[in-house]
């Protein structure tokens, strides 16, 4: 924490400097999407936006999980759960904290298409990092641009192909059992470009009975129609069967063998299988220099079968939903955007129209997890069915924004509508289980504006301020107090957001961006009730998310470069709510102070690099610092996870023999073999709030490509 601190001071001395910097300092020419509709440079937004180049995703890395490069980006929380059953945990600003499994609160995108649904339940298990041009990080009130649950927004874009046709292939092994294969095709073919990928991921896992299998293919073409237009398909799919799931750790069981699976996953054999796939199409048109338009449409279906550890009397009464949840979503949606480039006040001017459409359904089933009684009786196997019912959660936005810049001066206003709206459809309807038919629906209007003022050619002052809102998920619906059915009682949450920073070129080598933020919500998501090995939400009162975040890169001396990503970020309640304790509960009765921490969110997280690079042999080097603060459990902050400051060292070499480039690599990360939790499971109701981290492990791999 003071490391942090004293890091955020200096950052704030070094932009106040920066004023004083020549006009021959540059950025960079860096281009990034921190808008729909609209490609600006990073340096020029009137927000926090970073970029991180498909070098650095795969430079002596997996190459599999997001959180091994996100940790670059201030403001920005990824965390490994060591669990593929469950994936990262991410968190932008404090948004997406609570998440049990997979990503909410957040937008993400591959290649402009929607990786979250309308609800705002997120998936990042089908990102391709190996065949990545770029991930773009967004945060701050110009994410309430994207719509529901934009706490933040990552988008990851796929390279294109060519001019030249080059052929790759590479493998990484390393601890645990970690192998990792893939191949990759790229090219040009007259005015045809291409990038083909294939993945196949297997680990035994860290702990006991975490086992992963995943295979992944992803693919971008791109016709070149003509200087006007462009067509681009987008495809990907990704199968993981049978992904074991070791659940968290009580605290006596993380202090007692970090690598142990709860008994209750061994006792049902806890796991998930996910197949997925999905494909998109984006045309892009410019009719004159004033006016151009943009369509994409996506379709996609992602089947879900997920073992869960529900005492086998707790699914006795014919209200209880099972221990295996089915699901088998399609969605699809369209996105159209009209460009106007003119001119106001002898000034540039751009104003984005937009419409857009989504739509998923979903079949979602629940099945006991067991068959059979007494010494016959099996467990963690599918059993009776005990849920069937049709869902569907349509969104339809519209927006509007403008980009206006002069000289000193830019402007950035916004303005989105959206209406999310849920119907269920109950088809398991028994003695006590009624009908639990229902729907819902939810609207926002959210206006965002921005001011940069160019201080000096290498010194932008930016302010910002906006809206947002989040509407349950329908993992969040699925469950309401005192039986079976959507809760439709749930109301969505409102955020109202400002930031102010400064982006500034130090030097032609060193580049710094820092900000100060505030978030306040009301209507806040939060645990209600924990009963049947299932979770009941409702809406708090208000919470305050406030902080301060930097990003010092540049190089020095012959070779030498440095990174360093800081953040302070406290979150909390700001009234007095209550909810459960142990289960069972049905009655909330534990009160949450005003001014308790909001679990999952560390108020310090910082990330340090200093690397080496010796062209002549091919050779780089690096050692990373991760430091990230202690982390609440829950609500009521009785426990919390420590803090941890972590080692990793890496080291790769390059030969260029003819038309072939060979890589190879070798890292170790957990230098000092420290004993952490790597994540937490957000008001776990049976306390298994900890994720283990691993201790010290390696990895190494080998890349060759070959250019026709």
């Given at each position: 924490?003071?490391?942090?601190?004293?890091?955020?001071?200096?950052?704030?001395?070094a932009v106040?400097?920066?004023?004083?910097v020549?006009?021959?300092g540059?950025?960079?020419?860096?281009?990034?999407?921190?808008?729909?509709?609209?490609?600006?440079?990073?340096?020029d937004?009137?927000?926090?936006?970073?970029?991180?180049g498909?070098?650095?995703?795969?430079?002596s890395?997996?190459?599999i999980?997001?959180?091994?490069?996100?940790?670059?980006?201030?403001?920005?929380t990824?965390?490994?759960?060591?669990?593929?059953?469950?994936?990262?945990?991410?968190s932008?600003?404090?948004?997406?904290?609570?998440?049990?499994?997979?990503?909410?609160?957040?937008?993400?995108?591959t290649?402009?298409?929607?990786?979250?649904?309308p609800?705002g339940q997120?998936q990042?298990?089908?990102?391709?990092?190996?065949?990545?041009?770029?991930?773009e990080v967004?945060r701050?009130?110009?994410s309430?641009?994207?719509?529901?649950s934009?706490g933040?927004?990552?988008?990851?874009?796929?390279?294109d192909?060519g001019?030249?046709t080059?052929?790759?292939a590479?493998?990484?092994?390393?601890?645990?059992?970690?192998?990792?294969?893939?191949?990759?095709?790229?090219?040009?073919?007259?005015?045809v470009?291409?990038n083909?990928?294939?993945?196949?991921?297997d680990?035994?896992?860290?702990?006991?009975?975490s086992?992963?299998?995943?295979?992944g293919?992803n693919g971008?073409?791109?016709?070149?129609?003509?200087?006007?237009?462009?067509?681009?398909?987008?495809?990907?799919?990704?199968?993981m069967?049978?992904?074991?799931d070791?659940?968290?750790?009580?605290?006596?069981?993380?202090?007692?063998d970090p690598?142990?699976?709860?008994p209750?996953?061994?006792?049902?054999?806890t796991?998930?299988?996910?197949?997925q796939?999905q494909?998109g199409?984006?045309l892009e048109?410019?009719?004159?220099a004033?006016?151009?338009?943009k369509l994409t449409?996506?379709t996609?279906n992602?089947?879900?079968?997920q073992?869960?550890?529900?005492?086998?009397?707790?699914?006795?009464?014919?209200?209880?939903?099972g221990?295996?949840?089915?699901l088998?979503?399609?969605?699809?949606?369209?996105?159209?955007?009209?460009v106007?480039?003119?001119?106001?006040?002898?000034s540039?001017?751009a104003?984005?129209f937009?419409?857009?459409a989504?739509?998923?359904?979903e079949?979602?089933?629940?099945?006991?997890?067991?068959?059979?009684t007494?010494?016959?009786q099996v467990?963690?196997?599918?059993?009776?069915?005990?849920?069937?019912?049709?869902?569907r959660?349509?969104s339809f936005?519209?927006?509007?924004?403008?980009?206006?810049?002069?000289?000193?001066?830019?402007?950035?206003?916004?303005?989105?509508h959206?209406?999310?709206?849920?119907?269920?459809?109950?088809r398991?309807?028994?003695?006590?289980?009624?009908?639990?038919s229902?729907s819902?629906r939810?609207s926002?209007?959210?206006?965002?504006?921005?001011?940069?003022?160019?201080?000096?050619e290498?010194?932008?002052?930016?302010?910002?301020?906006?809206?947002?809102?989040?509407?349950?998920?329908f993992?969040?619906?699925?469950?309401?107090?005192?039986?079976?059915?959507?809760?439709?009682?749930?109301?969505s949450a409102?955020?109202?957001q400002?930031e102010?920073?400064?982006?500034?070129?130090?030097?032609?080598?060193?580049n710094?961006?820092?900000?100060?933020?505030?978030a306040?919500t009301?209507?806040?998501?939060?645990?209600?009730?924990?009963?049947?090995?299932?979770?009941?939400?409702?809406?708090?009162?208000?919470?305050?998310?406030?902080?301060?975040?930097?990003?010092?890169?540049g190089?020095?001396?012959?070779?030498?470069?440095?990174?360093?990503?800081?953040?302070?970020?406290?979150?909390?309640?700001?009234?007095?709510?209550?909810?459960?304790?142990a289960p069972?509960?049905t009655?909330?009765?534990?009160v949450?102070?005003?001014g308790?921490r909001?679990?999952?969110?560390?108020r310090a997280?910082?990330?340090?690099?200093v690397?080496?690079?010796?062209?002549?042999?091919?050779?780089?080097?690096a050692?990373?610092?991760?430091?990230?603060?202690?982390?609440?459990?829950?609500d009521?902050?009785?426990?919390?996870?420590?803090a941890?400051?972590t080692?990793?060292?890496?080291?790769?070499?390059?030969q260029?023999?003819?038309?072939?480039?060979?890589?190879?690599?070798?890292?170790?990360?957990?230098l000092t073999?420290?004993r952490y939790?790597?994540?937490?499971?957000?008001?776990?109701?049976?306390?298994?709030?900890?994720?283990?981290a691993?201790?010290?492990?390696?990895?190494?791999?080998v890349?060759?490509?070959?250019?026709f």
């Amino acid at each position: 924490m003071r490391t942090a601190a004293i890091t955020a001071a200096a950052a704030c001395i070094a932009v106040h400097a920066a004023a004083q910097v020549p006009a021959e300092g540059t950025l960079g020419p860096v281009v990034v999407t921190p808008l729909p509709g609209v490609a600006q440079s990073a340096f020029d937004t009137p927000a926090s936006v970073d970029v991180i180049g498909g070098d650095a995703l795969r430079n002596s890395q997996l190459g599999i999980n997001l959180s091994e490069s996100l940790v670059r980006v201030p403001g920005l929380t990824a965390l490994n759960r060591q669990n593929y059953a469950q994936d990262i945990q991410i968190s932008s600003r404090g948004y997406g904290a609570r998440a049990t499994f997979g990503v909410r609160g957040l937008r993400l995108y591959t290649d402009g298409i929607p990786a979250t649904a309308p609800d705002g339940q997120s998936q990042v298990s089908h990102f391709d990092l190996l065949s990545a041009d770029r991930i773009e990080v967004l945060r701050g009130p110009f994410s309430a641009l994207y719509g529901n649950s934009s706490g933040g927004v990552i988008s990851i874009f796929t390279a294109d192909g060519g001019p030249d046709t080059v052929a790759e292939a590479a493998t990484a092994f390393g601890s645990f059992g970690t192998r990792r294969h893939n191949v990759k095709l790229s090219g040009q073919e007259g005015v045809v470009q291409y990038n083909l990928s294939a993945t196949r991921f297997d680990t035994d896992g860290f702990r006991e009975h975490s086992a992963a299998r995943r295979t992944g293919l992803n693919g971008k073409v791109r016709y070149n129609v003509s200087e006007d237009t462009r067509v681009s398909l987008i495809l990907n799919a990704v199968d993981m069967p049978d992904t074991q799931d070791p659940l968290g750790l009580t605290r006596a069981e993380f202090d007692a063998d970090p690598r142990q699976a709860s008994p209750a996953a061994l006792l049902f054999n806890t796991r998930k299988s996910v197949d997925q796939k999905q494909a998109g199409v984006i045309l892009e048109h410019r009719l004159d220099a004033v006016h151009s338009f943009k369509l994409t449409g996506w379709t996609g279906n992602r089947a879900t079968e997920q073992f869960q550890a529900i005492p086998v009397a707790t699914q006795a009464p014919i209200t209880q939903p099972g221990g295996v949840i089915d699901l088998e979503r399609r969605y699809h949606g369209a996105d159209a955007q009209w460009v106007v480039r003119t001119r106001a006040f002898d000034s540039p001017l751009a104003i984005t129209f937009g419409l857009t459409a989504d739509r998923l359904s979903e079949e979602r089933r629940g099945f006991q997890n067991f068959v059979g009684t007494g010494a016959t009786q099996v467990l963690g196997v599918l059993g009776a069915l005990r849920r069937d019912e049709d869902n569907r959660v349509r969104s339809f936005d519209q927006y509007v924004q403008g980009v206006w810049s002069s000289q000193r001066w830019s402007l950035t206003a916004g303005l989105r509508h959206s209406q999310v709206r849920f119907a269920s459809e109950d088809r398991f309807i028994a003695g006590a289980n009624g009908d639990d038919s229902g729907s819902a629906r939810f609207s926002a209007t959210t206006p965002v504006l921005g001011v940069v003022w160019h201080a000096a050619e290498s010194l932008n002052l930016y302010a910002s301020a906006g809206r947002g809102f989040e509407t349950p998920t329908f993992n969040e619906l699925a469950n309401r107090p005192g039986g079976p059915g959507l809760n439709f009682d749930l109301r969505s949450a409102e955020s109202r957001q400002w930031e102010i920073g400064a982006k500034a070129a130090l030097s032609q080598d060193w580049n710094l961006n820092a900000a100060l933020f505030q978030a306040r919500t009301t209507d806040e998501l939060v645990v209600l009730t924990n009963s049947g090995g299932r979770s009941t939400f409702q809406n708090a009162g208000r919470t305050e998310r406030r902080g301060f975040e930097a990003l010092l890169a540049g190089r020095f001396g012959q070779g030498w470069s440095a990174t360093l990503a800081a953040t302070l970020l406290r979150a909390q309640y700001d009234s007095t709510f209550t909810t459960c304790g142990a289960p069972p509960c049905t009655v909330p009765t534990v009160v949450v102070a005003a001014g308790n921490r909001i679990p999952g969110i560390p108020r310090a997280m910082l990330f340090g690099e200093v690397a080496w690079e010796h062209r002549p042999w091919g050779l780089q080097t690096a050692l990373e610092l991760r430091h990230t603060g202690r982390i609440a459990v829950n609500d009521t902050n009785t426990d919390f996870a420590p803090a941890a400051t972590t080692l990793a060292v890496r080291a790769s070499l390059q030969q260029v023999l003819g038309r072939w480039t060979v890589r190879e690599f070798v890292r170790v990360d957990n230098l000092t073999d420290r004993r952490y939790a790597g994540s937490v499971i957000v008001n776990e109701g049976n306390g298994r709030f900890f994720e283990p981290a691993p201790g010290r492990h390696w990895l190494a791999g080998v890349n060759a490509a070959y250019t026709f």
